[in-house]
């Protein structure tokens, strides 16, 4: 089994930042694309920034110049620094990482994290 599993959310006013940590545990063999995802009431989770295992990053536009993801290969861990912090930021946070396991690695699949609660406020 593989489990996604994060820290680092919380409460902080605008303008704030604060470190969102992913580590994924488990029959690992390869992880592949690891990133974050953000999720509001009602609305459908949408991507926040990922990044592939050879470092090419894709941001949401609306955190573009304010959230930085960086990754370790090594260690199977994601991050992402969150700066500038809005209101509109507010929201549970995801983990993701498509991850091919030990047992079948040419099929990998889809892991999320339990997620993480950030709010911000005015």
């Known amino acids: 089994q593989v489990q996604l599993v994060e820290s680092g959310g919380g409460l902080v006013q605008a303008g704030g930042s604060l470190r969102l940590s992913c580590a994924a545990s488990g029959n690992i063999f390869v992880t592949n694309t690891m990133g974050w995802y953000r999720q509001t009431p009602g609305k459908e989770r949408v991507l926040v920034a990922t990044?592939?295992?050879?470092?090419?990053?894709t941001y949401a536009d609306s955190v573009k110049g304010r959230f930085t993801i960086s990754r370790d290969n090594a260690k199977n861990t994601a991050s992402l620094q969150m700066n500038s912090l809005k209101p509109e930021d507010t929201g549970v946070y995801y983990c993701?990482?498509?991850?091919?396991?030990?047992?079948?690695?040419?099929?990998?699949?889809?892991?999320w994290g339990q997620g993480t609660q950030v709010t911000v406020t005015e």
């Open positions: 990044m592939t295992r050879g470092g090419r990053t």
């Open positions: 993701y990482a498509s991850i091919g396991s030990i047992v079948d690695y040419r099929r990998p699949r889809d892991y």
